[in-house]
């Protein structure tokens, strides 16, 4: 991959979900620079810090990048934190966005959780104005100017298995329908769970595609 190739896309930030740090995302940023990306994994105190003053985190972070934008892949909370940066406007936006398992319609299992005071700690700053709402409408309001694409885990082998369980498919932690964003540009379902998405080929091949494109390649799931 030569520098002119490198460069001819905007840069990529990886944000992370609730439990995580940075590092967690190294994998898919080393897959996705071999694939000619320039990758930075955003870190962020996913339980002290709300998703909201999080995202201004972020939007801090964003800055050190050129004006024209970057591209950003979330996983779990971080499409919520992103939601957040949305709707704070603020440049550099991103271009597109690829959400990874993101629970924007407020997720069935954290709901349960925070039913349970002795529980309910677990989740942190993280329920603020985040797992349990709706960002549909964030998302919304930035549809003209960001492409988001999702990309949607379907095999079952997660926490919610103990939690009660869903109504219909999911990755084990998040359900099929907790993703559904109306103003999506493409999403694609894959045989991976919520946490093996961050080490899966297939992700990050769609990914791949999406960042380049602006659309999931379809048959492409290894």
């Known amino acids: 991959m030569n520098i002119e190739e490198r460069n001819a896309h905007p ?12 590092w967690v995302m ?3 940023a080393r897959r996705l620079r071999r694939m000619g990306f320039e990758t930075h994994c955003f870190s962020y105190p996913s339980l002290s810090w709300t998703p909201a003053r999080n995202a201004g985190l972020l939007a801090d972070y964003l800055r050190r990048f050129d004006t024209s934008g970057v591209h950003l892949v979330a996983h779990s909370l971080g499409g919520v ?7 704070r406007g603020e440049p550099p936006m991103p271009r597109r966005v690829v959400l990874c398992g993101s629970p924007l319609r407020g997720s069935i299992i954290a709901k349960r959780l925070a039913r349970v005071p002795i529980l309910r700690w677990v989740l942190g700053r993280s329920i603020i ?8 409408e964030r998302y919304a309001r930035a549809a003209s100017t960001v492409e988001v694409g999702a990309i949607v885990g379907v095999r079952t082998l997660g926490i919610g298995s103990f939690l009660g369980g869903f109504g219909g498919p999911n990755d084990g932690t998040v359900a099929v329908a907790e993703t559904d964003l109306p103003t999506n540009r493409d999403r694609v379902e894959l045989p991976v769970s919520h946490f093996s998405m961050l080490f899966s080929r297939a992700v990050t091949t769609q990914i791949d595609c999406f960042l380049r494109d602006g659309r999931f390649c379809p048959g492409r799931v290894e």
Not at 11 to 22: A, N, T
């Open 11 to 22: 840069p990529v930030v990886l944000v992370h979900g609730i439990y995580m740090r940075g």
């Open 26 to 28: 190294a994998f898919m």
């Open 81 to 87: 934190v992103v939601a957040h940066l949305l709707d």
């Open 129 to 136: 104005d985040g797992l349990l709402d709706d960002h549909a």
